[in-house]
């Protein structure tokens, strides 16, 4: 079974930055589909961006240009560097995982489309 670990969220100004880790263990398929999502006080939960096995990716618009989503399959790691941080922003981000192929549906940023997730990371974006 596979499990989730988030971490390197924390408090920064506007502007700065901040890379989100989510270390994974127990898959044994070297397919997958991974992604990060955020949830903010009273909404829904937001896909921002996923990542393929072979490293094809996907961008929602909100962090399109100021965000990488990258994978280090020798740490079985998945980050999400996010620069220009901006107030909006705030929300815990969580990480997932889904099976080979989501990532690439056009359902991609819906969370019913991930199967495990992580116990989330907060990020807070205030001067």
């Known amino acids: 079974q596979v499990q989730l670990v988030e971490s390197g969220g924390g408090s920064v100004q506007p502007g700065g930055s901040l890379t989100l880790s989510c270390a994974a263990s127990?898959?044994?398929?070297?397919?997958?589909?991974m992604g990060w999502f955020r949830q903010a006080p009273g909404k829904g939960r937001e896909g921002l961006a996923v990542i393929e096995s072979d490293g094809i990716t996907k961008y929602a618009e909100s962090v399109k240009g100021r965000s990488t989503i990258s994978q280090d399959n020798a740490k079985n790691t998945l980050y999400l560097q996010m620069n220009s941080l901006k107030a909006e922003d705030t929300a815990m981000y969580y990480c997932?995982?889904?099976?080979?192929?989501?990532?690439?549906?056009?359902?991609?940023?819906?969370?019913?489309?991930?199967?495990?997730w992580g116990q989330g990371t907060q990020v807070t974006v205030s001067s």
């Open positions: 997932a995982y889904a099976a080979p192929g989501y990532c690439r549906a056009p359902s991609w940023r819906l969370a019913r489309s991930f199967g495990t």
């Open positions: 127990g898959h044994t398929d070297l397919r997958y589909c």
